[in-house]
């Protein structure tokens, strides 16, 4: 490790500085920033997961609601079900919502462009109008959690270490993406982002790799859910609604698309942003939509492409 | 010669328009074998339903005796039918490198599969010699490093042709290779076929007719969805529908 390379530095010194946020919010009194914290990196990873089926794997999804607000209500139904543990619980949200994008994937991958952006969306929404409906997940109210998920020997309910591990996954997830965009998986998807016809003529099994991406897309969303329900004490219809996987897409593409750290810079500038705003106007969403502007207009790779300059992605 | 492609009675239509109707060809191993027909003919729908690119509605296609008609494109590459296209396709923002990189990773599923997620697909230098060999095979090794799309029109279509062969396929199927070239690049293209005679089999459709009568060993004619003659450049001359076809002031 003697020729660490300054960007593994700089990413190491974030994590670090990261790991040691809480404390400081405590020693500051601020401890109500630490939940926003936390929620802050749960929107990464969700964002994150978001980019590497629009960025890496070129589908442009409208639908992510379904698996990130999914993943919530596999939360809070569990619970109901006297099911606490999130050894078990948090791999089923994955493992649901990866079932739930299996079935979605396979039909939808059939189109193409607009066709896919409206598939997936009359999907999400599908979900949204079924579970508000259903009394056993609460209808329009939503289903609140009794407690948050256990993990042994570790205490969910301190918020501090609710934000460690939302880091910790979060930090796994970056590091995983890393390691796939360089494998073969990640090369055939950066062939099949460019051009499709020749990816099928070289003898590329097409549909079966974007299916792969967009389930992967989706269960590391339902994750992302999981979470999100603990650190709201809720699992909302609000979460499944078309509207979250817009705000999802626009951290995507504010954070720059088919960036690694797209998802991550997106989400805190969103978040970050509408905060900030929400103390000063009533009218936050009109500064974020010009924010999205300026970035689309004159940063197109994104906030993350602009802390990255003369790199060029593949 | 053995017969590696077979085809029989192959059908396909366009709303009212049959665009292949019919079509019997047999090609043989190792054989380079022209495609020829006027504008409309419908040899490029001829490709796309060998290499996969359609379905026919009705016929046969014998690859190597077993019938790969409706075969998805993916499954018939894996047994040995690579294409280029009539327009360039290739990966513009990728290397050259990297371009060839994929078609070799494609190849070499006994390297590991393209659902291998975690090892760095640069770990494998065998992928990156063969890719580089294949560079230097139609002359682009200076470029390597070179995004395609900042390399010229000839160099695109050079890669292409590269790309196609690095599947090593049993039969390699060329949509107008020439399309679109200076006759500079034309000849180099020209050239990089005629290195493949006697060793790779070849289905080469071509407008140039110079080049038709000096590289293939048989020509078939294609006219309105129907081959008309299949046989050597002579006796294609020769032929009177095929003057005909071409009215008699096309051909050498």
New interface residues.
């Given amino acids: 490790m003697s020729h660490m390379r300054r960007a593994d530095l700089f990413e190491l010194a974030a994590l670090g500085a990261a790991v040691l946020l809480p404390l400081a919010l405590q020693a500051m009194g601020e401890e109500f920033y630490i939940g926003f914290a936390a929620r802050l990196l749960i929107f990464a990873l969700a964002a994150t997961s978001l980019n590497f089926v629009v960025g890496y794997g070129g589908m442009i999804a409208f639908g992510h609601a379904a698996f990130f607000g999914g993943g919530a209500y596999v939360v809070a139904l569990a619970m109901q079900a006297e099911l606490f543990a999130a050894w078990l619980v948090w791999p089923l949200a994955a493992l649901g919502t990866a079932l739930a994008a299996l079935a979605i994937g396979a039909l939808s991958l059939r189109t193409r462009g607009v066709y896919f952006i409206m598939i997936t969306l009359a999907f999400a929404q599908m979900i949204y109008y079924t579970v508000i409906s259903l009394k056993f997940a609460g209808g329009d109210d939503g289903l609140p959690l009794p407690q948050r998920s256990t993990l042994a020997p570790l205490d969910l309910a301190d918020d501090r270490v609710l934000y460690w591990v939302a880091l910790a996954l979060l930090a796994a997830g970056l590091y995983a993406l890393k ?2 965009a ?7 998807l ?2 099949l982002r ?2 499709e ?10 549909a ?2 974007k299916l ?1 991406c967009f389930v992967a897309g989706a269960a590391v969303a339902g994750l992302a859910g999981a979470l999100l329900a603990n650190q709201n004490g809720l699992a909302s219809p609000t979460q499944l609604y078309w509207t979250q996987s817009g705000m999802l897409l626009v951290m995507v593409i504010l954070g720059g698309v088919g960036q690694r750290y797209g998802g991550v810079l997106g989400a805190i500038a969103l978040l970050g942003l509408e905060e900030a705003l929400g103390r000063v106007t009533e009218h936050s969403h009109f500064y974020v939509g010009f924010a999205l502007l300026a970035v689309v207009l004159w940063a197109p790779r994104g906030l993350a492409g602009l802390l990255e300059p003369g790199k ?1 992605r ?1 | 010669m053995s017969v590696l492609l077979d085809i029989a009675g192959l059908k396909r239509h366009f709303g009212g328009l049959w665009a292949t109707n019919g079509v019997d060809l047999a090609v043989r191993e190792g054989e380079i074998h022209a495609l020829i027909g006027p504008n409309g003919a419908g040899k490029t729908t001829l490709i796309h339903l060998i290499s996969g690119a359609l379905a026919p509605d009705a016929g046969r296609i014998l690859f190597d005796g077993a019938d790969v008609a409706r075969l998805p494109m993916h499954a018939r590459v894996a047994r040995g039918i690579a294409r280029s296209h009539q327009i360039t396709q290739v990966f513009p923002s990728l290397s050259l490198l990297e371009n060839l990189r994929l078609a070799v990773q494609s190849r070499t599923r006994d390297w590991g599969s393209s659902f291998q997620f975690w090892r760095p697909a640069s770990a494998d230098f065998r992928m990156i010699e063969e890719a580089e060999d294949w560079l230097g095979r139609v002359g682009l090794a200076e470029q390597a490093g070179t995004p395609a799309k900042d390399v010229s029109h000839g160099e695109q279509r050079a890669l292409e042709l590269a790309m196609a062969l690095a599947t090593r396929p049993r039969l390699l199927l060329l949509d107008e290779p020439m399309a679109g070239m200076g006759p500079e690049e034309s000849a180099h293209m020209a050239r990089l076929i005629a290195a493949l005679k006697g060793e790779q089999t070849v289905l080469l459709v071509e407008h140039d007719m110079d080049i038709v009568f000096r590289l293939a060993d048989r020509v078939a004619v294609l006219v309105a969805g129907r081959i008309i003659v299949s046989d050597t450049p002579a006796a294609v001359r020769d032929h009177p529908e095929v003057r005909r076809a071409y009215l008699g002031d096309e051909l050498p």
């Fill in positions: 390691r796939l360089a494998s073969r998986y990640g090369r055939a950066a062939g460019q051009n016809a020749r990816m099928e003529a070289l003898g590329y099994p097409v079966r790799l792969v060029r593949q």
